[in-house]
């Protein structure tokens, strides 16, 4: 079956630093990726949606210069969380479209990377 | 704007019981709806996936059904076992032209005592 995978699982940084967090698609090209975020006991929210080799697309009220998303390849997107502060701490989850056509309609979602800003 | 909600927030049953889980959305223009499963700290694993024409999906255990004029969705867990424990998710898929994005609920916490 088709695997994401994101990395690090779990990043613990200092306020005002930048941390990047890497959505891979392992067996399977991925035209679009998307990204959520998920408080405790919340939905999740989707953030932003990443698509190969244009920019990404942010809801409503996520700053698109502190989550910086680069989509540069069909089985990798990244996002940067930049200059982290306590509030940003989250649960972030990234997933990924297959491109193939037969499963249009499934996003396959990665493991999550836990980010705590101290 | 979509929503959805589901219900219980949580939900406590012995081992070996059926249960139900219930989720509703706001907009029938839907594409199709999800239910995944999720671990704490863990990712989203997809359970089943129903399209908007469709009424039902089963998985061995697990029968999801979907009533899209109504905006509601249940899930069915038949025999309940200690490892179903997690939490549910459910989400739509709003239909439009290229569009993928999904709504989730906040999720149905279940805890299946031995």
């Known amino acids: 079956g088709a695997v994401v995978s994101q990395h690090p699982s779990r990043v613990i940084c200092k306020s005002g630093t930048s941390v990047k967090i890497e959505c891979r698609s392992l067996?399977?090209?991925?035209?679009?990726m998307f990204w959520y975020r998920q408080f405790p006991k919340k939905s999740l929210m989707l953030m932003a949606t990443?698509?190969?080799?244009?920019?990404?697309?942010?809801e409503q009220g996520v700053e698109k210069d502190k989550f910086l998303i680069n989509h540069a390849s069909l089985t990798l997107s990244t996002l940067t969380v930049t200059s982290a502060h306590p509030e940003d701490s989250s649960f972030y989850i990234c997933?990924?479209?297959?491109?193939?056509?037969?499963?249009?309609?499934?996003?396959?979602f990665g493991p999550g990377t836990r980010l705590t800003v101290l | 704007k979509q929503e959805v909600t589901q219900i219980p927030a949580a939900l406590s049953v012995p081992e070996g019981e059926n249960l139900v889980l219930n989720c509703s959305f706001t907009d029938s223009a839907i594409y199709n709806l999800q239910w995944f499963r999720q671990d704490p700290g863990k990712g989203l694993t997809s359970l089943l996936l129903?399209?908007?024409?469709?009424r039902e999906q089963t998985s061995g255990r697990l029968n999801a059904s979907l009533d899209k004029s109504s905006g509601r969705s249940t899930l069915y867990i038949a025999a309940s076992q200690p490892g179903d424990s997690a939490t549910y998710l459910c989400?739509?898929?709003?239909?439009?032209?290229?569009?993928?994005?999904?709504?989730f609920g906040k999720g149905t916490k279940l805890s299946v005592i031995p």
């Open positions: 989400a739509v898929q709003n239909s439009g032209a290229g569009s993928y994005q999904l709504t």
């Open positions: 990443s698509n190969e080799g244009s920019k990404a697309t942010y």
């Open positions: 997933s990924a479209r297959d491109r193939r056509g037969y499963s249009t309609d499934t996003q396959y």
């Open positions: 129903i399209q908007s024409s469709q």
């Open positions: 067996d399977f090209q991925a035209t679009t």
